[in-house]
């Protein structure tokens, strides 16, 4: 999207919001205006109007957090399909098998973005937070997976339309090589095509039509990790994506003929 086409106020408080559901630390409104690079002022007025919806509040030394405020859209998120408890507890036992951070990504326009996750317990591990977002080809397995539904003419235009950052490590070659794999094997396994120091694992999940509404994945530092393991864990990500779409498939089925 053009940021012609955007509110920059809004994406303002949007990059607020972001900062205070992700990063640690006491964030004060002086603290996000330097990290965010928006003016004092600005990000004052930002946490005020936050703060008056009751999605933010100010506690003692100024310091910010989300509020209660936010439940209700939180509620009305969680009735998609993909943050089903099921799903959740596909990514706990992958997470429990492997030691590995688990993750559910789905699609939004060009981007690749992280919905529910379970994080690993490894004090080294990669981490990805809900909410998250990089360009599908910067996505690795999961965004590989992801534009392996759609038809080569809008693969196309992606990577031809993708910033200029998605290519300092790599080429569209490679993009489409991932993406292929995804078809055939109905998995991808991204040893570091793009960052070499971290890999990534995943398999499509499924809507009751068979479109891919979704990437189930694994992914962590490279290091200590060999191929014949991560092929191991290919497996095993594709055993558990396939029953979740099986579960899908009967789901819809049981609705459909109570």
């Not at 053009?2 to 603290?31: C, Y």
């Not at 100010?58 to 089903?84: A, M, N, T, Y």
């Not at 993406?179 to 990534?200: L, M």
């Amino acid at each position: 999207m053009k940021l012609a086409n955007q509110i920059p106020v809004l994406r303002k408080a949007i990059q607020v919001l972001d900062a205070l559901a992700t990063e640690d630390g006491d964030l004060t409104t002086s603290s996000l205006a330097r990290s965010l690079k928006i003016s004092p002022a600005t990000c004052y007025r930002i946490i005020q109007t936050l703060e008056h919806a009751g999605w933010i509040r100010v506690l003692k030394h100024g310091r910010c957090e989300l509020s209660v405020g936010l439940f209700p859209l939180l509620q009305r998120l969680q009735r998609h399909e993909l943050l089903d408890q099921k799903i959740l507890a596909a990514l706990e036992e992958l997470t429990s098998i492997t030691g590995i951070s688990s993750k559910v990504s789905i699609r939004e326009g060009n981007d690749c973005v992280t919905v529910v996750r379970v994080a690993s317990k490894e004090p080294m591990e990669l981490a990805m937070h809900p909410g998250g977002r990089f360009h599908l080809v910067m996505g690795g397995a999961a965004g590989a997976v992801l534009l392996s539904g759609l038809e080569d003419a809008e693969i196309k235009e992606i990577i031809q339309t993708a910033p200029d950052s998605c290519w300092q490590l790599q080429k569209p070659a490679e993009v489409w090589n991932r993406i292929q794999e995804a078809r055939q094997r109905k998995a991808v396994i991204n040893t570091g095509a793009y960052r070499p120091d971290i890999f990534g694992i995943s398999a499509p999940l499924l809507a009751a039509d068979g479109a891919i509404q979704g990437a189930l994945s694994i992914a962590g530092l490279r290091h200590g990790h060999n191929l014949l393991q991560l092929k191991k864990w290919r497996d095993l990500v594709v055993r558990k994506a396939q029953e979740l779409n099986q579960f899908t498939l009967l789901r819809v089925q049981k609705n459909e003929n109570p």
